[in-house]
Every structure is written in C-alpha cells, then in structure tokens.
C-alpha cells in the first residue's frame, strides 16, 4: 500500500471538495470513483468526470444499476422508476422517501476493493458533520465502525469533513479553487438544478452562509 | 425493526448451519439472501435455494454479476472468466489469487440494505474462528467494526461461529439436522465437489474431524 488514494466522487460539493483536498494534502496520486447504483440523478456521473478532469486526476465508473440492486435497496425514490423526488427541505418526513438504505456502506465497501485492487492505502469520503439525521451512514459512530473494518483491510478510511459543516466545506474549497460550476447536486438530473429538493436547498445555503456567490444555475 | 433475520446463504457448510441455527435459536422469520458477484461456482446459488427450501424458510437471489463488479474487485481467480482456480489447501500463497477482495464487506452491505427495507432487524453472518488469515474480512477486528457500523444503521450482525471452529460447526449442524448433501462447497462449480481446490479440503477436513460420515460426491 502505498500513498495513493481513491475518492467516492459523486460530483456533487462536499466530494469534489475532498477530491481537489486529497490531491493536495493526502496523496501522491489520487483516482476519483464515481458508482451508477441506479440514481435518477446520473447527471452527477457526468460532473464527476468533468470535477476530476479539473482536478487533473483519473476517473473511473462502476456501473452497476440493475433491477436485483434497486430491489436489495427497497426500491426508494431516488432511484430510477420508484416514486417521485419530494421537494422541500430534509427535515421534512417526506425527504425520507429519498434515503437509499445503506448506501453508503455500499458504496464503501466497493471503493475498498477498488483500492485493494490497485493496491491503493486510503478511501476517501465526504460524510461531513451537518449530514442529516436521517443519513445513519453519514454518523460517527458508522464511520468508526467502518474505519475499523477497513484498518484489517490495511486501508485507511480518510473523513477530513466529519467536524466541518457544509459552509466550512465551501469556504475551503473555496481555496482550493474547485471549480463548482462543475459540481452536480439536484436528486432530479433534470438539464439544470431544480432549486427546490432538499439538496438544492441546501446548496443554495450553503454558498449562502459562506458569504460566497452561487456559480449554480437554477430551474426558473 | 422485529425478530426477522437475514441470513447471508452462500450454500455451504457454514452458512447453511447458521441458516438453521437462526431459525432454530434467534429469530421468528428467516429470509436466506444469495448473491451473485459473478462467482465462478454459480452451483452455490443452487445448494443455496435448496437448502433454504429444506428449512422451511423463504430465499431471495439478487444477480449483480457484470463486468464492472469484476474490474471493482480486480478480476480475482474466483470471478468467471479471470485466471484457473489453483489446488491446494488454503495456506498456499497461491490460494491468494481466489481472494475477492472486500467481497465481505460488500455482501454485508446488501445484506444491510434488504434487511432494512424489510424492517427486519438482524443480518446473520458465517464467519468463522477457524477462518483463514488471507481472508481479513472474516478477521475479528473486522467483524467488530462492521458491527459498529450495523449498530447505527438498527441492525444487530449475527456473528455466532466467531468462536467455533469447522469442526465444532459441524458437529452442531449435525444436531440441527442440516443437510449437507445439500450444500455446496467447491469452487470450481463442476457438477460434483472436485476434492482437489482449497475450501474441498477444508471440507472434507471438516466432516473427518468431526468423526461424522461425509456426504459428499468428489470427483474420482
């Protein structure tokens, strides 16, 4: 294992943020990994590969959507074919309609093969302090459990963002000079944001608290 | 969450103990859950059903074998279509090109995701004390952070054969009357167990240590 790492790239802030960090200060060579697991948004596929083309790193997809994986995760409505997006802010009972279940875990645990695979020592991911409650994948305690796990695996699992919140994650990349015009956030995948689900929400005030301007065109 | 449980059903011999000891010992309503990673030995999937059959409890197959699954986990000797299965017994270096690396870790997690969709409230896990160390995913510090990681998501991981060895499974799954005829162990995936590739070793090891007449059918 050497000092090379593989981000979760899903295009949107908080990961593209960690991908342009990681290049930075953690390794000598990183690799942004993207997953089609059968999100509606793929749009974010798209800006993932143009976020790690900026970053002037390597890209790579899985895809892997498939009617057998929408079934293991419950069919949510994040997911192609399942119920429509609700909009309004994540607080709402509503939002949980959007959480795959276990995703994360997922998504984790295919990074960690992508990285033994190539030999890779770290795993990068963007689980930040603000995420919500209803993401029982973004908590501290999941994230020990896992970082533990990985640790046997000889693979350190890197979560710089889990004492930032999203504002203190834009003000950094900020920094960094991410280019976050590129960046993807909105669960519908339309041409352009929505501006009204709770991710589009919470872009919008993210760029907001930070005193930022929002690069970020919005559906009418 | 209730008294239902996920058994991860490879089909062999220990997974198909823990499938009737689950049903026996923890919970009202057991689902055994299959996956196809794109395992050389599909026949597994088949012993699987039937042994799920023989219990008396339901069984569920995802098939997310593809192409991109196989490069996530570096095209190990184990995925169809890579290098031969090697002979041997498991401590040869080149048993190690059978390793799928992570494949735990991502069998779990969908393991997770369809136990929470259900609402059932535990996922029963196979790993045993007698595990090899090439296989870090069945390592003890590697059991206790993924059930860290259960833990927040309101999933208990079942992990009773920690402390047992093949023998001592054996044995018990003698009492519990699992049949073993059933169940399916190599990984070559011919119509009979070839007696040569490391885990028909193991097998036939197991059956000798525990004193008890082995079922199975090798090749001549």
Redesign the interface.
Known sequence: MDRRAVVLLSGGIDSSTLLFLAKKRLADEVLGLSIDYGQRHKRELEAAEQVAKAAGVSWHA???A?K??C????NPALLDGAQPIPHGNYADVSMRSTV????N??L???A???A???GAGFVCYAAHGGDHPIY??C?P??I???????????VTLWTPFMTMDKRQIVKLGKELAVPYDLTWSCYKGYAVHCGKCGTCVERKEAFELAGLGDPTIYEA
Not at 100 to 103: F, G, L
């Open positions: 899985l895809r892997l498939s057998d994986l079934t293991a995760f419950g795959v279940p276990n995703r875990m997922f984790l645990s295919l960690g093969a992508f033994i695979s190539l029982a994948d908590r305690g999941f020990r459990g896992m970082e533990a796990a990985f640790k046997e695996l000889d």
